[in-house]
């Protein structure tokens, strides 16, 4: 096989301050609200893929984390066909070249589908992959936002926010970069694993059934991101932290208040979880300022975000207050295939 006949590519996680929760369109995966998103360094969180392809194929296949699984699922088939559609549109590559078949091997080094973007990312690095594979010119961010919601906020460093959008195509409905990773280098993440374990109800399912069932959820997409997700965008501007982490935490609340509303209900968060919530929020009563923000995605794992100074001080009071705990890192900020995985 020709070296030009594979590509890898390594896609930061991206962790939400404002979050994602609920499509107005399951197939085109078109969100209800506009979200906003850190996207982390890679040296400690990503996923790396690797595809290629060739005649000698017979099918095609995808291994995840060395395990080879069915190449069978929609959105992955989709994403395949939206791409090769693409090549044959724009001539990037031989007519003979599109009935090839994929290889594609894509590892995390971070637990997957534990709520930590597992998913974004793995998409991030299997679009911007293939589409470097077949030569097509296009915006990587609408075709990883077909394979999962979130993967397009992660083919941007820094802060990034994707919009809903309007059109019924999706054709706007991408995400774009607020500032750039050297911004506010002061800007850390440090990431707490309460569980690794496989969440109940996906995303996905679990989005789907807000959207069904839970009041809390419309008057969230109507009322409180559009304001939401205007002022962290400033904050973020004019580097306000307390700003920042008064909305991380409210919409972090309101994102799992909204769970509870769906019914059945979707629990993500733990004891372990509501417990560092009480401690983060005792740490800034007792400096009298906002020094820490808290979020949780859809599992228990929690996100701080914090500046570099209050680093060492809360990884401090962690260690005491979990002292069993190794489970901890911190991270900055990152861009698009900044390092090594
Ligand atoms: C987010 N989450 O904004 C929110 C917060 C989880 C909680 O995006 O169905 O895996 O593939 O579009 O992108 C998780 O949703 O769901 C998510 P799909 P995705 O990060």
Request: aromatic share 8%; net charge neutral.
């Amino acid at each position: 096989m020709d070296e030009m006949d594979r590509v890898t590519v390594i896609a930061p996680v991206n962790i939400a301050v404002i979050k994602y929760w609920g499509k107005r369109d399951e197939k085109l995966i078109l969100p209800i609200n506009d979200s906003v998103s850190v996207t982390l360094d890679t040296s400690i969180m990503c996923a790396k893929t690797s595809v290629c392809f060739g005649p000698e194929f017979t099918e095609n296949e995808i291994w995840l984390n060395g395990v080879k699984t069915s190449f069978s699922n929609p959105r992955l088939v989709n994403v395949l066909d939206k791409i090769k559609n693409i090549a044959a549109t724009q001539r990037s590559v031989d007519n003979a070249v599109l009935s090839w078949k994929v290889r594609v091997c894509s590892e995390n080094n971070f637990p997957t589908a534990a709520g930590l973007a597992s998913s974004a990312a793995g998409y991030a690095c299997l679009v911007t992959a293939l589409a470097k594979l077949y030569k097509i010119k296009t915006d990587v961010s609408v075709l990883a936002r077909i394979g999962s919601g979130s993967a397009c906020r992660s083919v941007f460093g820094g802060f990034v926010r994707w919009h809903a959008g309007v059109n019924a195509d999706g054709s706007d409905s991408i995400a774009t970069q607020i500032a750039d990773s050297t911004h506010w280098p002061e800007m850390k993440a440090l990431i707490l694993v309460v569980s690794d374990i496989k969440k109940h109800t996906s995303s996905t399912v679990g989005m789907m059934n807000s959207v069904n069932t839970s009041d809390l959820l419309k008057y969230r997409a109507k009322y409180t991101v559009p304001r939401r997700t205007e002022e962290i965008s400033e904050a973020i501007l004019k580097k306000d932290f307390a700003k920042f982490a008064e909305l991380t935490m409210k919409d972090s609340n309101q994102f799992h208040a909204v769970c509870l509303d769906t019914y059945p209900p979707c629990v993500y968060m733990t004891d372990v979880s509501h417990k560092i919530v009480e401690i983060i929020h005792a740490y800034n009563d007792m400096c009298g300022e906002l020094k820490v923000a808290y979020t949780f995605d859809a599992g228990p794992n929690a996100c701080l975000y914090l500046l570099d100074k209050e680093v060492p001080t809360l990884l401090k009071l962690i260690k005491y207050l979990f002292p069993t705990s190794n489970l901890d890192f911190v991270i900055g900020l990152g861009d698009v295939d900044g390092g090594d995985c």
